[in-house]
């Protein structure tokens, strides 16, 4: 049982029909105790891409896409929402699979239902885009590797305690709300760049890594596939999708000749707890020399943080530790944090730091 603020334990009641499956919409003012129950729900088996989109065109906000689940089950069984989806649609059972990490002329395809497990364990990742796979590897522990899949990842919601109090307790403005209240309120986890419209952070851990390498996501809906850069796909308070829209899979253009890259995270404990910051760095060597660099920080914006200022400083630069030093200033040096959670500041620090280091070291063993 999760009990969150806000709730009135009076109003406790161990009959389903009364607690677990309410039948109006949840508010903070009429709240309660949120059980390990879900609430009701039709469950469809989508035989193809198509159809999905279909279905959640037709119903709208009362449908809600399932794969692995594991972000979308707990916010249900949390009540998160003010109104929980009434149909879910199954979209394991579309055929052609959605699972297929393949090479293609110009990259690698990565479907949207791999798995993450089935991402770190590819060879085609593991040998081209080895960031991807130490990001895919420090998403969670193995049980939910195995479950979780890449599309999920990207497009599950922020872990945000105010977004993800049960029974809809601060209907915030990424709920549709007129507040933030971590603007105010604990905001030890929160943002320091980026948009202040909502302070959440991105959950992603791939998200960074993807954005470090270039890859763009294939997305389907009623006017056929677009695609978007991973970069563009998320908003200040979420992603690009359309309700009738769903990502159906990731493309990552070939490394360049010379490239190196790295992924670091910074944690309150174990590797697998959500990530305090987050850095991902992919750069191309001339002659020992930074040509160009990508650099994304996860766990510190509403969406991955791209820090232009950073790439600036490495260009041109012999990787070492003075240009460590500088990229590392220069990352932090858009940052506003909020009231609780300066430390975050100096964590990007360091982490800039760590990677410039590291792919230093990666680098004179090559040469």
């Known amino acids: 049982m999760s009990i969150r603020d806000k709730f009135d334990l009076a109003l406790y009641d161990p009959q389903p029909a009364a607690a677990d499956c309410p039948q109006g919409p949840i508010t903070a003012a009429g709240g309660y105790a949120c059980f390990d129950s879900l609430p009701p729900f039709e469950y469809v088996n989508a035989e193809s891409v198509a159809e999905a989109v279909t279905l959640l065109r037709t119903h709208g906000a009362e449908a809600a896409l399932i794969a692995g689940g594991q972000d979308l089950l707990r916010r249900l069984r949390n009540r998160v929402h003010a109104a929980s989806p009434r149909l879910l649609v199954n979209i394991k059972t579309v055929a052609p699979k959605l699972d297929a990490i393949v090479e293609t002329g110009d990259g690698v395809q990565i479907g949207a239902l791999a798995t993450l497990r089935q991402v770190e364990s590819s060879s085609l990742v593991r040998e081209r885009y080895s960031l991807l796979a130490q990001a895919v590897h420090a998403a969670g522990p193995l049980q939910y590797r195995n479950r979780a899949t890449l599309g999920g990842d990207l497009c599950q919601q922020v872990r945000c305690w105010y977004y993800q109090a049960s029974g809809n307790a601060y209907p915030c403005r990424r709920k549709g709300g007129s507040e933030c209240p971590a603007l105010e309120g604990d905001n030890r986890q929160h943002a320091i760049f980026g948009s202040r419209d909502c302070v959440a952070v991105c959950a992603s851990d791939t998200a960074p890594a993807l954005v470090a390498l270039g890859a763009s996501v294939r997305i389907a809906g009623p006017g056929g596939e677009r695609t978007v850069a991973v970069e563009d796909f998320f908003t200040a308070r979420g992603n690009v999708l359309a309700q009738d829209e769903m990502v159906t899979g990731v493309h990552l253009p070939f490394p360049e000749s010379g490239s190196l890259g790295v992924f670091e995270k910074f944690t309150q404990a174990s590797l697998f707890d959500p990530a305090v910051a987050s850095i991902a760095v992919v750069l191309r060597r001339d002659h020992g020399v930074c040509g160009s660099a990508r650099i ?32 590392a200033e220069a990352a932090v040096s858009e940052a506003w944090p909020l009231e609780c959670n300066g430390y975050k500041v100096d964590i990007v620090r360091v982490l800039m730091r760590r990677a410039v280091l590291a792919l230093a070291r990666a680098n004179s063993s090559d040469a």
């Open 296 to 327: 994304a920080f996860g766990a510190v914006s509403p969406a991955p943080w791209r820090s232009l200022r950073a790439e600036g400083k490495l260009a041109g630069e012999r990787l070492g530790a003075a240009s460590a030093g500088r990229a």
